[in-house]
């Protein structure tokens, strides 16, 4: 059984740096083809995909929050971390780490999700 | 950047069929994959690669496509039901993820 939890300040003050970590477990990030993503929804809006790492270090980031993103791996803890520099109030969100599943053919989606995260951002 | 059009909500009477319509330029390149959100909590996969539907989901949510519109239908609605639903996929080279803009169902 795949899980995975989100971890991470719930505060954080405009222009800081946001650190989340996501713990999970029931697969490995050493396995050829797993990889995992975070996605963030602000309240009562849609879900807006940030970004995906691969099981060879491989990363991908939505063009339009790039240059703001880092995502990392420790795969001896099971963890996926991303971090947001230069926060905003905009950036306020539920912000969820999710288990990519692919096919054969190459084809990907999210399955499970964590829980999700709220963090706020206000001075 | 890429976009994924839904309608922002459907309402539908209790034994009803739901169809909400996912719309995007890349749907006739990539699959499409639909979710089930409830409040305060996580999204669900519902369907994945357009029709497929994972172990456990209801026989009632089938999904469907065509050109450049994906369906999701929820036939027989019950008030377990009513939930945000969004659909996913790719941009047309397969390298970015895109969720839509979310459909509410109201039952």
């Known amino acids: 059984q795949i899980t995975l939890r989100e971890s991470g300040p719930t505060l954080v003050k405009p222009t800081q740096t946001l650190t989340l970590t996501c713990s999970f477990s029931g697969f490995s990030l050493t396995t050829s083809g797993v990889a995992v993503g975070w996605i963030r929804q602000p309240p009562g809006e849609a879900l807006e995909w940030l970004a995906l790492i691969y099981w060879d270090d491989d990363t991908r980031y939505s063009p339009s929050l790039k240059s703001r993103l880092t995502i990392t791996k420790d795969t001896s803890k099971n963890q996926v971390v991303l971090t947001m520099t230069n926060m905003d109030p905009v950036d306020t969100a539920t912000y969820f780490c999710a288990h990519r599943r692919n096919d054969s053919g190459g084809y990907s989606w999210f399955d499970p999700w964590g829980q999700g995260t709220l963090v706020t951002v206000s001075s | 950047s890429y976009e994924l059009t839904q309608p922002p909500s459907v309402s539908v009477s209790p034994g009803q069929t739901a169809r909400i319509t996912c719309s995007g330029d890349?749907?006739?390149?990539?699959?499409a994959y639909w979710y089930q959100q409830k409040p305060g909590q996580a999204p669900v996969l519902l369907i994945y690669k357009d029709i497929e539907r994972p172990s456990g989901i209801p026989e009632r949510f089938s999904g469907s496509s065509s050109g450049t519109t994906v369906t999701l239908t929820i036939s027989g609605v019950q008030a377990e039901d009513e939930a945000d639903y969004y659909c996913q996929s790719a941009d047309s080279s397969g390298t970015y993820y895109v969720f839509g803009t979310g459909t509410k169902v109201s039952v």
């Open positions: 890349a749907l006739p390149k990539q699959f």
